[in-house]
């Protein structure tokens, strides 16, 4: 079945910026959405942006100046780059796939997530 | 857009029945029938539990169910077991085509 990998540095300094990649395992990113997700130590999912493996995205409106994701369909991979972190940025990264017909825009699968820590 | 509003907190016995409610507007809950429920407990990933307001995916036990009024949702869980004890997420498709979640909703197991 579909599993998802993120990976990426787990330490960020301040007014730089993060960058995640997710590894699609087991099946083709195309044809599907894919979406990041992140959740800061001890609160509750936030919805980051999601891409279309064609490249065209939504993002987030309160982030929306900040992130940019993008998708490599060759490698089976898409990116997530968040400028400018601060420390309320500090939270674990999740990427999904987006199921859009089957499961009417429900998340599924999901990675297993990344600690990203903003700090100097 | 804003977090969509669910309790903090709910509890119950084993074997009773709960609800946990997702209110949001007519931008997200009330205006589309694509509201999701994920349970997530201590260090993993979510699970999808249910999507399109009611239904379950293949695997999902039968005794977790929702339902939608206006612009609330409500995932409802019978026969409470201890390994119902989860956090739990409404999230929405909304206006723009962007996407939203609740605040989330502890559920203790007593």
């Known amino acids: 079945q579909v599993q998802l990998q993120e990976s990426g540095p787990g330490l960020v300094k301040p007014s730089e910026t993060l960058s995640l990649t997710c590894t699609v395992s087991?099946?083709?990113?195309?044809?599907?959405?894919w979406t990041w997700i992140r959740q800061p130590p001890g609160e509750g999912l936030e919805w980051i942006g999601y891409?279309?493996?064609?490249?065209?995205?939504n993002y987030n409106p309160s982030l929306k100046s900040r992130i940019t994701i993008s998708v490599d369909t060759s490698k089976n991979q898409f990116s997530l780059n968040l400028r400018s972190v601060i420390a309320a940025d500090t939270a674990v990264y999740f990427c999904?796939?987006?199921?859009?017909?089957?499961?009417?825009?429900?998340?599924?699968?999901w990675g297993q997530g990344t600690l990203v820590t903003v700090s100097s | 857009q804003s977090a969509l509003t669910q309790p903090a907190s709910v509890s119950g016995s084993p074997g009773q029945s709960i609800s946990i409610s997702c209110t949001g507007t007519?931008?997200?809950?009330?205006?589309?029938?694509?509201v999701s429920w994920y349970q997530q407990h201590p260090g993993k990933a979510p699970k999808l539990m249910i999507y399109?307001?009611?239904n379950r995916p293949s695997g999902v036990s039968n005794r977790f169910s929702g339902s939608k009024s206006g612009n609330t949702a409500s995932l409802t869980i019978s026969g409470l077991q201890a390994e119902d004890e989860a956090d739990y997420y409404c999230?929405?498709?909304?206006?723009?085509?962007?996407?939203?979640f609740g605040g989330g909703t502890k559920l203790t197991v007593l």
């Open positions: 087991g099946g083709s990113i195309n044809s599907y959405y």
């Open positions: 891409i279309y493996y064609s490249g065209s995205t």
């Open positions: 399109a307001v009611s």
């Open positions: 007519s931008n997200d809950v009330g205006g589309y029938n694509f």
């Open positions: 999904a796939r987006v199921e859009v017909g089957r499961y009417k825009w429900g998340f599924d699968p």
């Open positions: 999230s929405s498709y909304a206006s723009s085509g962007t996407l939203v």
